[in-house]
Each structure stands twice: as structure tokens, then as C-alpha cells.
């Protein structure tokens, strides 16, 4: 599915045993990935930059994703639980209460520029396939704790290789801009712990999850 289009708007292939249209997974490389890191991105104004890396190697994968997906990642990431589900967090419960589980994400495919993704997920009787776009898939991934993979030909064509040392250490606190974010922790240090907690009570409230992570961030570093 390419990157712009709903979540729902899915495609589901059933996986048999026997069937032409069975992917075998396991008969294509692939890669295993980690989130490095998610920040704003430099070439598109209202998007970030999800910057995913192989396991074992020194190959990045970036891709440009939406505001509201990095939200939706970022606050899986810091393990903050909002209010009311979120979009991803409806799936997961929905998925539950059909038996479903997300096995693996995979990012399929890479046409025109466009990353295509797969959720594979399934129950006792077999497997699923569901078209994604990549954000959205690794959103849900997150909250299933399964793995994220792409397939060796995308991250040959797409990758980077021999990103700078400083450019792989991953920044607690995510979706600031290094100016506004040194700002906001200096001011944070000098508010008192009650005054905090109120102000994480707040941003809860308020859904700003970002804001959430570093008020939780500071008041972990005082306990």
C-alpha cells in the first residue's frame, strides 16, 4: 500500500499451505531492523524521519513518514499510555479479540520512490498478510513486540552505508528540533517535582505525548 492511504484500506491475502499466491517469507533475504531514531525531517516540512538500521550491520534505512505515525510510534517507544487507544492501539485490541497476532513486519517492496510494507499476522490456522504503509505497520509492530524486517534487494537499493558515529546514537527525547528541545529541559530542571507531575498530567490530558516523554524523562532522572 503507498505511503498517504489509510491504515484500513487494506488488502488481505490469506497464506495456504498450498496456493499460488503463497509468499514464502522465509525463502527471500531478509533483513532484520531497529528504530535508531525519529526526528524531523529536513526536506519535507510536517513529516519525520523514521531512520531504521540493520541488526548485525551498519546499513540505515530512512524513510519519511507523518506526523501523526511518528506520534503514534514515539509514544510506543517511550512506553507512554494515553488517555483513549490510539488508531494503532485499536487494532492491536481488535486483532485480540479475534485470536490475531502480529508475527513479523516486513517492508515488501520499493516502487517509484514509495515503500510498500506486510503485516503477518495470524492465529492457529494459519497466516495473513495485510498491505501497509511502512509507518503504520511498524506502529502496530511495535505494540505486538514483533520483529521488523526488509527484504535484501530494498535495503541494497535504499540504504546508506557509513552513517557518522554521532548520527547512531539515539536521542531520548524524539520529535524536537535540538534548539527547542535543549530549551524545554533546561526550563524543566528548574520546576519543582510537584510542578511536573502536573504538568505530565497535563500533556496526558492533552494527548502531547512528545511533551509527555520528556516531563516523564526528567521526572525519572530525579528519582
Not at 538500521?53 to 511518528?70: D, K, T, Y
Not at 498478510?129 to 527484504?151: C, H, K, M, N, W
Not at 557509513?162 to 524543566?188: A, G, M, T, W, Y
Request: one cysteine or more.
Amino acid at each position: 500500500m503507498q505511503e498517504g492511504f489509510s491504515i484500513f484500506a487494506v488488502s488481505f491475502q490469506i497464506v495456504r499451505s498450498r496456493g499460488e499466491n503463497y509468499v514464502f517469507w522465509y525463502k527471500v533475504k531478509k533483513v532484520k531492523l531497529e528504530i535508531l531514531g525519529l526526528s524531523p525531517s529536513q526536506s519535507q516540512q510536517g513529516s519525520f524521519a523514521l531512520v531504521l538500521g540493520e541488526e548485525m550491520g551498519n546499513r540505515r534505512l530512512p524513510i519519511i513518514i507523518g506526523v501523526f505515525e511518528a506520534q503514534a510510534i514515539a509514544v510506543q517507544m517511550e512506553s507512554i499510555v494515553p488517555n483513549r487507544p490510539m488508531t494503532h492501539d485499536l487494532f492491536k485490541s481488535f486483532a485480540a479479540a479475534l485470536k490475531y497476532t502480529v508475527k513479523e513486519i516486513v517492508i515488501s517492496d520499493l516502487r517509484e520512490g514509495i515503500f510498500f510494507a506486510q503485516i503477518v499476522c495470524g492465529d492457529s490456522l494459519g497466516s495473513v498478510e495485510i498491505d501497509a504503509r511502512p509507518s503504520d505497520a511498524i506502529a502496530i509492530g511495535l505494540r505486538f513486540d514483533a520483529p521488523i524486517y526488509v527484504t535484501e534487494r530494498i535495503l541494497d537499493e535504499a540504504g546508506i552505508v557509513n552513517i557518522p558515529p554521532e548520527d547512531d546514537v539515539i536521542s531520548e527525547d524524539i520529535l524536537e528540533e535540538p534548539s527547542v528541545k535543549s530549551s524545554f529541559k533546561d526550563q524543566l530542571r528548574g520546576l519543582s517535582t510537584e510542578k511536573l507531575q502536573k504538568m505530565l498530567e497535563e500533556a496526558l490530558q492533552n494527548e502531547e505525548y512528545e511533551k509527555a516523554a520528556q516531563l516523564r524523562d526528567e521526572l525519572g532522572r530525579r528519582n
